[in-house]
């Protein structure tokens, strides 16, 4: 079976993250001053082959472990549709 999977990869929590710093500060100054603690990530979607839900979630899993999020600054979450 075919599975649509998404993964949301950002900053971990205490960490300092200067891109969403920068996101922060430039909404400040386009007159969104209520925009605060912006963390700036990434999001990946694809479709992975397996037998069950549960597999294709283990597999997403390994994938953000060895290449998709670096595991020493990054914190990831896995979903997938079906």
């Not at 075919?2 to 430039?26: C, I, K, S, T, Y």
Request: include cysteine.
């Amino acid at each position: 079976m075919n599975f649509r999977v998404h993964v949301r990869v950002v900053p971990r929590a205490g960490l300092l993250d200067p891109q969403g710093q920068a996101v922060e500060h430039a909404l400040s100054a386009l007159g969104f001053a209520g925009a605060k603690d912006v963390r700036v990530g990434k999001a990946i979607e694809l479709s992975v082959e397996a037998a069950s839900k549960h597999e294709a979630h283990a597999q997403a899993t390994a994938m953000c472990d060895k290449l998709l999020a670096n595991p020493v600054t990054e914190d990831f979450l896995v979903e997938v549709e079906g």
